[in-house]
T-cell receptor, first 116, second 115 residues
Framework: DAGITQSPRHKVTETGTPVTLRCHQTENHRYMYWYRQDPGHGLRLIHYSYGVKDTDKGEVSDGYSVSRSKTEDFLLTLESATSSQTSVYFC???????????????FGPGTRLTVL | GQQLNQSPQSMFIQEGEDVSMNCTSSSIFNTWLWYKQDPGEGPVLLIALYKAGELTSNGRLTAQFGITRKDSFLNISASIPSDVGIYFCAGQDLRSNFGNEKLTFGTGTRLTIIP
């Protein structure tokens, strides 16, 4: 357990409305990530953060923005939600693995977002 | 972008059978990871591989980092009902230089156990 929580766990919204998803971690990890998971595509990186106020784009960043004002929180915002953004969103952190002291990623429980 | 081909896409087996799945990449990775995802949950790390040729076990699970650095294999011996789920491979690009772990994921292998 890497101490990651996501909120909300489920959300239904309408096209054109703004949506913010929250990822919270309790162990002071530097790197945090947002992925979306869709059938046939696996997990695709949306944005990531390598420190407070330091973020960068992943492979599917269009239509999404992120913010990280505190180490423990990484927010994902859909400024104007579209039906194509219906997906399951996962937050992840990078932490040292137990055996090799080498960083690897651990995932939160996910947020299921439906855009009608 | 990079592509990871994971196969098979799905497997239907009987309890007690052994399972094999693999991932191949169009480019070299310097780390291979295997995750399992249960319904409604996030992926959970099973095995991490850091060296070409490495063979690592975690209970009934064994994974190997291919010599070419472009593939990896996961085997599950004597499957049990709790093995049901989706298994994902993930690789870290050798060219990644951010000091973080930017991963590329396979599309998953869905394992179902037939009663």
């Amino acid at each position: 357990d890497a101490g990651i929580t996501q909120s909300p766990r489920h959300k239904v919204t309408e096209t054109g409305t703004p949506v913010t998803l929250r990822c919270h971690q309790t162990e002071n990890h530097r790197y945090m990530y947002w992925y979306r998971q869709d059938p046939g595509h696996g997990l695709r990186l949306i944005h990531y953060s390598y420190g407070v106020k330091d973020t960068d784009k992943g492979e599917v960043s269009d239509g999404y923005s992120v913010s990280r004002s505190k180490t423990e929180d990484f927010l994902l915002t859909l400024e104007s939600a579209t039906s194509s953004q219906t997906s399951v969103y996962f937050c992840a952190i990078t932490a040292l693995s137990d055996e090799r002291s080498t960083d690897t990623q651990y995932f939160g429980p996910g947020t299921r977002l439906t855009v009608l | 972008g990079q592509q990871l081909n994971q196969s098979p896409q799905s497997m239907f087996i009987q309890e007690g059978e052994d399972v094999s799945m693999n991932c191949t990449s169009s480019s070299i990775f310097n780390t291979w990871l295997w995750y399992k995802q249960d319904p409604g949950e996030g992926p959970v790390l099973l095995i991490a591989l850091y060296k070409a040729g490495e063979l690592t076990s975690n209970g009934r699970l064994t994974a190997q980092f291919g010599i070419t650095r472009k593939d990896s294999f996961l085997n599950i011996s004597a499957s049990i009902p709790s093995d049901v789920g989706i298994y994902f491979c993930a690789g870290q690009d050798l060219r990644s230089n951010f000091g973080n772990e930017k991963l590329t994921f396979g599309t998953g292998t869905r394992l179902t156990i037939i009663p």
